[in-house]
Structure formats: C-alpha cells, structure tokens
T-cell receptor, first 116, second 110 residues
Framework: ETGVTQTPRHLVMGMTNKKSLKCEQH?????MYWYKQSAKKPLELMFV???????ENNSVPSRFSPECPNSSHLFLHLHTLQPEDSALYLC???????????????FGPGTRLLVL | KQEVTQIPAALSVPEGENLVLNCSFT??????LQWFRQDPGKGLTSLLL?????REQTSGRLNASLDKSSGRSTLYIAASQPGDSATYLC?????????FGKGTMLLVSP
C-alpha cells in the first residue's frame, strides 16, 4: 500500500448521472493530483492542487470538477460524461509540488470508470 | 511539449533472462526520470528515480541509466522472474508535472 486510497474502485454510470470520485492520502503531503489513463494512451495529468489551491488545470472539460477541501482529501465530481471518458482515474500525492531532486509522487490504486 | 516514447510496447521472455526496456524523451530539460511499475488493477509503484545530474541508479536486480543529453534511459532487469510481469512506465519530470510514456507490458513465463 502506498498510503493513497481511492473510492470507489469501480464505477459504471450513465451519461446523465452525477457521481464523485474520492481520494485520501495518509502521508502528510501537501500536493495532490488527478490523472487519467486511457487504453493505449499515456497517463494524462488533469489537475494539480498544492495546499488546497488548484495550480494546474490541463485543459480538462468542465464536466470534470475537482474539489480539494484539505490537503488530505481530493474529489473529482463527474456530470454528463461521455463514453470516451471511460478510463482509469488515478490520484497521486507528493510532499510538495516541485519535483526537483528526489521528490516523487505516490499513486492510489485508481477508479475504473465506465460511461455507458 | 515533452514527449516520452517507450520501446518495446510489449515483451515476453522466459524466466531467468536478462532484459532491457527503453525510454526516450524529446526535451532534455528535466529534473529527474523515474521508472514505475503498474500491476493490473493497481496504481503505480515507483521503482527507481534518477536525478538529472546522475547517470544511473540500482535497486536489487534493477538498474536504470540516464543519458540526458541524448534523451534516453534504459531499465535493465537481471534474472527475470514471473513476479516481474507487469507494465513498466517511464516518466520525466518538469517542475510540477510528470510526463509518462505508454509503457512496456512485460510477461515473464515460468
């Protein structure tokens, strides 16, 4: 276990549904990230939060809405998704946003999302 | 824009073989390079991290090298075991982001 948990692990939703993904880290980190992993594509960074403030939004459609109420929790609210949004959504955390030196990110197990 | 390429996309070897996974990147202005392992249905686990000023890192049967000027890294796995079967991802770091390759899917058969 990496100290980063995600729920649910699997989710099936219709295009008109609203759902939320949850991520929690128990590592005392200050930065949290959402990534999308689609079949046959590299991991894509979606959002970065540092001390609860969003520092990066990688041109993500507004049907994905992140929320970071504190440094330990990160949510991804989903509404009116499309079938092409089906993917593995990974959460990660790091002690700081800067990745110089030996800083690394710790990943959760992911939520496998299927949009019908 | 940084791009990371991993070759081969898939590799199947018998147990005991030594093998090399390749990673190349287009922009040499990186802070570090990391190799991750991803098992089916699970997240990523960091295996080795090489800082931009370093040439290689070793952990057990794993050895990773970095040639920043040519934009290349290799992951060497010695005496492969069935438990090494997984997808191996290479990632290079900018200031606050990791750019990943698509990965190499490795299968080690008994």
């Amino acid at each position: 276990e990496t100290g980063v948990t995600q729920t649910p692990r699997h989710l099936v939703m219709g295009m008109t549904n609203k759902k939320s993904l949850k991520c929690e880290q128990h590592l005392g980190h200050n930065a949290m990230y959402w990534y999308k992993q689609s079949a046959k594509k590299p991991l894509e960074l979606m959002f970065v939060y540092n001390f609860k403030e969003q520092t990066e939004n990688n041109s993500v459609p507004s049907r994905f809405s992140p929320e970071c109420p504190n440094s330990s929790h990160l949510f991804l609210h989903l509404h009116t998704l499309q079938p092409e949004d089906s993917a593995l959504y990974l959460c990660a955390s790091s002690s700081t946003v800067g990745l110089a030196g030996e800083e690394t990110q710790y990943f959760g197990p992911g939520t496998r999302l299927l949009v019908l | 824009k940084q791009e990371v390429t991993q070759i081969p996309a898939a590799l199947s070897v018998p147990e005991g073989e030594n093998l090399v996974l390749n990673c190349s990147f287009t922009d040499s202005a990186i802070y570090n390079l990391q190799w991750f392992r991803q098992d089916p249905g699970k997240g990523l686990t960091s295996l080795l991290l090489i800082q931009s000023s370093q040439r290689e890192q070793t952990s057990g049967r794993l050895n990773a090298s970095l040639d920043k000027s040519s934009g290349r890294s290799t992951l060497y796995i010695a005496a492969s075991q069935p438990g090494d079967s997984a997808t191996y991802l290479c990632a290079v770091s900018g200031y606050s982001t990791l750019t990943f390759g698509k990965g190499t899917m490795l299968l080690v058969s008994p």
